[in-house]
């Protein structure tokens, strides 16, 4: 669950409620993570996998045979093939694994053997609107699949202040007047306006001109995006974002430690030192992308022995500032390999569950085996701590010796499932609901800090993240935990 450069929808509006209630479903045991094998084996479907699968709760259908894939998407009677995935190396990075299920004609894909379960049920032959000849690429088609697919698959219309149905409604009698590509998107900016869901968006490109319409929550990001319309450099928000203003955040979190002190890995994505008073540092600025050709178990056999050589140097410190506070997110496998090195015994850590009637899987943070950091630790968070960010900071907060410091969260812990449409643009959308332990979801609120301050400030002079560093590390001297 992470964040790519794009161009950025221009209006918003704040939207921070959360549901309260407890996971609906009762909750699935996850399987032996042996009983897993890879979806793809030598370029080829793997005989288990081979069939017709219906995964309704995020609409989509798998044809798959040995040499031949098909992803379908279906909302509101409509049915389409997946561009985004159309070939065996596509449908690798969508379900890498896949085992039996509860039942003998049910098949559980997964993210990883450990990770997102995707429960499925065998289907005889592909429904009509799947197969049947018409023009799927006609406005009137992709805007149908696309309202569709909010209305049937997105959970969060309340907490992000949308209504889908209205905004439908309202806009569909212009499709008739729609001829081209750029009038096309028009239409969807007004769909799109307003929503502070990063992970719900509407990507493509016309006359190969990328686009993305997609909106942040808060008020750094308005004050960065106010500084990015200033400039002239970078056509797409976050390019500038992580090329032009992100080297000068790092280069305060390296000022505000020890002289000499300062260690990286993976081009800054992990970095450590010491600060005064005999405390650690530890950034996490990235979880995924390691290494430019790293996959997922790539990432997680990296990031180990990094981990390791981090705590060591840190093992005689007294407590530890925990930075994520410019990460914006990764792979959930990557939070819950990290929060290992700070558990002292196996907690319940959230609930996931897809929206459209998904079966509940539950998640525990397992102590490693290997070096951990059991000392106090001040978890520093801003608006920019997104996606499997935040959900690596539902993983700490569940532990006694960790307290949350700086601002709140995005607040986007869904997955975002894409959808490529027939056109060639892509629907990405929010269709999981988490939940901590006590069954709060924190979409579009994100995860408040026990000490609030200011973490973000685009005029690096005036040292606003340097200073939020050195305030967590008087926390730490100051604050006395009780665990």
């Known amino acids: 669950m992470s964040i790519a450069p794009s161009s950025l929808l221009s209006a918003v509006l704040l939207a921070s409620t959360f549901l309260s209630s407890a996971p609906s479903a009762e909750a699935t045991p996850p399987l032996p993570t042996h009983r897993y094998v890879p979806t793809i084996q030598s370029g080829e479907v793997t005989h288990l996998a081979q069939g017709r699968w219906d995964l309704s709760s ?38 890498p694994f896949v085992a039996t299920g509860s039942s003998p004609s049910s098949l559980l894909f997964a993210s990883s053997p450990d990770g997102t379960q995707y429960r499925t049920e065998p289907v005889s032959m592909l429904p009509l609107a799947c197969t049947e000849l018409q023009d799927r690429t006609s406005p009137l088609y992709i805007f149908n699949a696309i309202t569709a697919s909010l209305l049937e698959l997105y959970p969060f219309a309340r ?24 009038e096309l998107l028009a239409v969807f900016i007004e769909l799109f306006r307003g929503v502070e869901d990063p992970h719900t968006s509407l990507a493509g490109s016309i006359n190969g001109k990328p686009f993305r319409l997609r909106s942040f929550r808060g008020q750094d990001f308005k004050e960065l995006e106010a500084a990015y319309s200033r400039q002239n450099q970078y056509d797409i928000f976050l390019d500038w974002l992580f090329k032009r203003w992100m080297p000068g955040e790092l280069d305060q979190a390296s000022a505000a430690l020890l002289p000499g002190t300062r260690q990286q890995a993976f081009d800054s994505g ?44 840190l093992q005689d410190t007294s407590s530890l500032v925990l930075d ?53 630790v001040y978890l520093l968070t801003s608006e920019l701590s997104a996606s499997a960010t935040e959900v690596f900071a539902i993983r700490m907060r569940g ?18 499932t894409e959808k490529g449409l027939p056109n060639g643009w892509v629907l990405a959308m929010s269709t999981e609901i988490y939940r901590d332990p006590h069954g709060r979801n924190y979409e579009g609120s994100g995860l408040s800090p026990v000490v609030p301050y200011r973490v973000i400030g685009v005029n690096h002079a005036a040292n606003r993240y340097r200073n939020a560093i050195l305030r967590a590390a008087e926390l730490a001297t100051t604050h006395r935990l009780a665990y």
Request: proline share 3%; with cysteine; hydrophobic share 40%.
């Open 159 to 182: 907490e992000h202040n949308v209504d889908w149905a209205e905004r439908t409604s309202r806009l569909r009698p212009r499709i008739a007047s729609v001829h081209s590509k750029v």
């Open 399 to 416: 532990l006694p010796n960790v307290v949350q410091v700086g601002e709140t969260t995005q607040g986007i812990f869904s997955d975002s």
């Open 324 to 376: 994520i506070s410019h990460n914006m997110g990764g792979d959930d496998e990557i939070s819950s390999d990290i929060a290992a090195r700070f558990a002292d015994r196996a907690r319940k850590a959230y609930s996931k569950q897809a929206f459209r009637g998904g079966t509940v899987q539950w998640f525990e943070t397992v102590p490693h085996q290997g070096a951990r950091y059991l000392k106090p």
């Open 270 to 313: 992990l970095v450590w030192g010491k600060l005064k008073g005999n405390i650690g540092y530890l950034a996490i600025n990235k979880m995924a992308g390691f290494r430019q050709d790293s996959d997922l178990a790539g990432d997680r056999s990296l990031l180990g022995p990094a981990l390791d050589r981090a705590l060591a140097d």
């Open 58 to 95: 995020y609409g989509m259908l798998f044809d798959f045979s040995a040499h031949e894939v098909g992803v379908f998407d279906r909302a509101g009677g409509l049915c389409w093939r997946d561009t985004e995935y159309m070939d065996a190396k596509s449908v690798n990075d969508l379900v």
